[in-house]
């Protein structure tokens, strides 16, 4: 048995961690998100504006996009439209996955009542 050949099928079966962006100008909701998918295993990039963001896009290449709507700067409409002339093909999630999440963590932080 060829002991190298074995170590290189280990190798190729790793698979790459995804990588996303989060564009998003609520600090505290986005340092929750970028934590929850680092915890699930994602490498994660955060923007704070849209343009911040298509700096990060153009230069990182993320493998998805969560997009806030309404930002400074650049709003997440602008962003979208940006990424669409440049025919960029990568997913975008807009506002929907974000509001999404912000209600979940809300849910989350919300105290069990123990009242019987």
Do not use: F
Request: proline share 3%.
């Amino acid at each position: 048995m060829d002991m190298n050949n074995n170590s290189t099928n280990q190798d190729s079966s790793q698979t790459k961690k995804s990588k996303i962006l989060i564009i998003e100008d609520e600090v505290s909701l986005i340092d929750l998100l970028a934590a929850k998918l680092i915890k699930e295993g994602y490498v994660v990039q955060k923007a704070l504006d849209g343009e911040e963001g298509l700096e990060k896009v153009h230069e990182w290449k993320p493998d998805l996009i969560l997009l806030d709507i309404v930002m400074p700067k650049i709003d997440g409409y602008e962003v979208l439209e940006q990424l669409n002339k440049e025919r960029n093909k990568i997913p975008a999630e807009a506002d929907c996955a974000l509001e999404a999440c912000r209600n979940s963590l809300i849910q989350t932080a919300k105290p069990i009542s123990t009242a019987s």
